[in-house]
Nanobody, 115 residues
């Protein structure tokens, strides 16, 4: 199982970024996918969840209305569109899923929101 995140970077407050996570090594279209984030000095927190078919989603209260999770099962990729970014969104963002009873993580991608 492998997850490779990309799309992070430095953005000004109010800006947008789109994160991607390419998955491999398992039957992607049968698993729930998640995005987590971890800011310096803080615990890792759940940001967004998407069902295996992409028809159900859920979000942390702090990102509702600004972030959108989606997936392309043909490309085995999950996305996180982040709009109206705030300095508090600064964190390393991770793609993750529980596969056969074990949680797997990607290496993460840094998102920095600063003027």
């Amino acid at each position: 199982v492998q997850f490779v995140e990309s799309g992070g970077g430095l953005v000004q407050p109010g800006g947008s970024l789109r994160l991607s996570c390419a998955a491999s090594g398992f039957t992607f279209n049968t698993y729930i996918m998640n995005w987590y984030r971890q800011a310096p000095g803080r615990e890792r927190e759940l940001v967004a969840v998407i069902g295996s078919r992409g028809d159900t989603t859920d979000y942390a209260d702090s990102v509702k209305g600004r972030f959108t999770i989606s997936r392309d099962n043909a490309k085995e990729t999950v996305y996180l569109q982040m709009n109206n970014l705030k300095p508090d969104d600064t964190a390393v963002y991770y793609c993750t899923a529980i596969i056969r009873g074990r949680r797997y993580w990607g290496q993460g991608t840094q998102v920095t929101v600063s003027s």
